[in-house]
């Protein structure tokens, strides 16, 4: 089961990187398991400045956009 976290504030495009990931992860058909990190601190602690940031299994794959469902996929898979 793969462990995705979306890192930000919960800004509009922090909740927009949310739902494209959860399209993606469920178009892969992919056991997991979403978690939104909104602590600055916690978010800092994975080396994220700018927000929003997308971490799989607690390794950081994107920081400071919003990626499209079809680039997420590539990222998971």
């Known amino acids: 089961m793969k462990k995705i976290q979306i890192l930000g504030t919960g800004c ?3 909740e927009k990187l949310a739902e494209n990931a959860k399209q993606a992860a469920d178009a892969l058909g992919l056991e997991y398991e979403m978690e939104k990190v909104t602590d600055i601190n916690q978010i800092m602690a994975f ?9 799989v299994d607690g390794r950081v794959l994107l920081i400071g956009k ?7 996929e590539k990222l998971l898979s």
Not at 47 to 55: D, E, F, I, N, S
């Open 47 to 55: 080396g994220v400045m700018t927000t929003p940031g997308l971490a």
């Open 12 to 14: 509009a495009k922090c």
């Open 66 to 72: 919003v990626a499209s469902p079809a680039d997420i």
